[in-house]
């Protein structure tokens, strides 16, 4: 299984760029990064999938370095309403579809 | 288009209860999810299907039964629940195996169990 590896918490002011980085030394060639976002009492929300180099979307970038054994997430200028938890996930090939969930990041956002 | 819906969004068992959760998607995804979570951490997944008809143990599988008769709808079934099932139960979808990183995930139901 390719474990995830992020840090517990994280804190910021509105309008700053968080990056969160999340370590997956396992990764298979096969597995892609999947970054998810959870508020309080609510499931979890696709933000962003890759394999490598960098993706973009409009909510988040992703930059994932050659060797994949690790990956960050970079929110650009946060708010308050970014405050939520952020999971890393690598693709279980082996699994089939199951991903695995970590207790993710907590992102603290203050004004 | 609603998305993923769960019914209840809350219940309250009494231990060796039964019950049903319902998930229902109207996005016409082929693959379905049910994860449940317990304070403080990730989702932990219980059990999945890939297609009507058709489903397969998770992590966390034992103590919960699973069907899926409608390609909409994915039932979660607790026969005779214990404390430890106490959790929030959240069921999601993906459309397809290519997909099946991209969940949609429903609202959740909150099940204690005394």
């Known amino acids: 299984l390719a474990k995830t590896t992020q840090p517990i918490s994280m804190d910021s002011y509105e309008g700053q760029e968080v990056n969160i980085t999340c370590s997956h030394n396992?990764?298979?060639?096969?597995?892609?990064i999947t970054w998810y976002q959870q508020f309080p009492s609510q499931g979890p929300r696709f933000i962003i999938q890759?394999?490598?180099t960098k993706v973009t979307n409009e909510v988040a970038s992703l930059f994932i370095p050659a060797d994949r054994k690790s990956s960050t997430l970079s929110l650009p200028r946060v708010s308050l309403s970014d405050t939520a938890v952020y999971y890393c996930l690598v693709g279980d090939s082996q699994a089939g579809t199951a991903l695995i969930f970590g207790k993710g990041t907590t992102l603290s956002v203050s004004s | 288009n609603a998305g993923v819906t769960q019914t209840p969004k809350f219940r309250v068992l009494k231990t060796g209860q039964s019950m049903t959760l319902l998930c229902a998607q109207d996005m016409n995804h082929e693959y379905m999810y049910w994860y449940r979570q317990d304070p403080g951490m990730g989702l932990r997944l219980i059990h999945y299907?890939?297609?009507?008809?058709?489903?397969a143990k998770g992590e966390v599988p034992d103590g919960y039964n699973v069907s899926r008769l409608k390609k909409q709808n994915f039932l979660l079934g607790l026969e005779s629940a214990a404390p430890s099932q106490t959790s929030v139960y959240f069921c999601?979808?993906?459309?397809?195996?290519?997909?099946?990183?991209?969940?949609?995930f429903g609202p959740g139901t909150r099940l204690t169990v005394t």
């Open positions: 999601a979808s993906s459309r397809n195996y290519l997909d099946r990183y991209e969940q949609y």
């Open positions: 890759g394999y490598k």
């Open positions: 299907s890939v297609g009507e008809g058709t489903t």
């Open positions: 396992n990764i298979a060639t096969n597995d892609y």
